[in-house]
């Protein structure tokens, strides 16, 4: 039997369906950059990817990463601050964001994403949030601290008007409230 593919292979499935070469994108949470690698050849040498993490390793490893394959500086800014900070950026109109909640792999596990700075961030970019676009959202709610984002999340997502936004959430089917979940937010449009 095949396996089903896991939840960040789906959010990169709906960012595929959504982004074009000359579109903006944003990696609200940079890690060790395998997400802003992934945004940046979707839209290729027209495109811009933004990206934040408030650790500087893991700008550097993205850096690292970015330059290993060849990705033109052009393409690409990393912030070395708060994905909260999105807010304080006239964006252009954004096709997608990945949020990877939680800390970064390999790294300092007492670092990790708040539920404050998350909704901040994660309204600014459906404020810039394109016809058609896609904000993909990776909550961990094993870790301390990750339970109460990953609620506050969903909650925040509750509230949306359907409207305008349409949100799925994958995950498994069972009784273990730390698993790993995937919540997608799709605004409508062409």
Same mark, same amino acid.
């Given at each position: 039997?095949?396996?089903?593919?896991?939840?960040?292979?789906?959010?990169?499935?709906?960012?595929?369906?959504?982004?074009?070469?000359?579109?903006?994108?944003?990696?609200?949470?940079?890690?060790?950059?395998?997400?802003?690698?992934?945004?940046?050849?979707?839209?290729?040498?027209?495109?811009?990817?933004?990206?934040?993490?408030?650790?500087?390793?893991?700008?550097?490893?993205?850096?690292?990463?970015?330059?290993?394959?060849?990705?033109?500086?052009?393409?690409?800014?990393?912030?070395?601050? %708060?994905?909260? @900070?999105?807010?304080?950026?006239? #964006? &252009?109109?954004?096709? *997608?964001?990945?949020?990877? /909640?939680?800390?970064?792999?390999?790294?300092?596990? %007492?670092?990790? @994403?708040?539920?404050?700075?998350? #909704? &901040?961030?994660?309204? *600014?970019?459906?404020?810039? /949030?394109?016809?058609?676009?896609?904000?993909?959202?990776?909550?961990?709610?094993?870790?301390?601290?990750?339970?109460?984002?990953?609620?506050?999340?969903?909650?925040?997502?509750?509230?949306?008007?359907?409207?305008?936004?349409?949100?799925?959430?994958?995950?498994?089917?069972?009784?273990?409230?730390?698993?790993?979940?995937?919540?997608?937010?799709?605004?409508?449009?062409?």
């Amino acid at each position: 039997m095949r396996q089903l593919p896991r939840p960040l292979q789906i959010a990169k499935s709906w960012i595929e369906l959504c982004v074009n070469p000359g579109d903006f994108a944003i990696d609200a949470t940079l890690g060790n950059g395998h997400d802003t690698l992934f945004l940046c050849k979707l839209v290729g040498n027209e495109g811009r990817v933004m990206g934040f993490d408030i650790q500087k390793e893991a700008v550097e490893s993205t850096r690292r990463r970015l330059q290993l394959h060849e990705i033109s500086e052009s393409v690409y800014e990393l912030h070395h601050a %708060s994905h909260s @900070t999105i807010s304080r950026i006239d #964006l &252009a109109p954004v096709k *997608a964001a990945m949020f990877n /909640l939680g800390y970064l792999p390999g790294g300092d596990k %007492s670092v990790i @994403t708040s539920a404050e700075d998350s #909704l &901040a961030a994660l309204q *600014a970019v459906l404020d810039s /949030l394109a016809s058609g676009g896609v904000v993909t959202v990776m909550c961990y709610p094993g870790h301390e601290g990750g339970d109460t984002e990953a609620k506050e999340i969903l909650n925040f997502c509750q509230m949306l008007d359907r409207q305008v936004w349409q949100v799925q959430r994958v995950d498994e089917l069972d009784q273990d409230q730390t698993r790993p979940f995937l919540i997608g937010i799709f605004r409508r449009g062409n």
